[in-house]
């Protein structure tokens, strides 16, 4: 971390969830969270979060599996009933978006998952919050 620099905590974990989505750091939102499209840096160079213990695994995969197909369905049954497109054309159309969108969701996914892993303290995390009269929600989330 910089020295006499604090970091700007999220206050909730949406924040940090968007933060990670934008491939920033979940922590700070200054640094960025990847290094290459889905290697994430081995710490924060802007607040010293060490991001080595994260595990995201497949996860993001699927996430980006399920959005995809969810958003494809309703594009696929429109084709189908209002256009009069043969199997290749059909193909031609699809295939291609569906790999867009696959590929364009994965990083924000990916984000998204080491952010929730960084806020509930999952694989080595430490939970950080901030400060209770900085408007954090009273519950479960503090420390």
Known sequence: MVPGLTPSLPATFWQAALRGIRSRCPRCGEAPLFRKWLKPLDACPHCGVDWSPQRADDFPAYIAIIVTGHLMAPLIIALSKDFDLG???????????????????????????????????LHGFSKERLPENEGTKAGSDQV
């Open 87 to 121: 199997p290749a054309g059909m193909f031609a159309i699809l295939v291609p978006l569906a790999l867009v969108m696959m590929l364009g969701l994965l990083q924000p996914s990916k984000g998204a998952v080491i952010a929730a892993q960084w806020w509930y303290g």
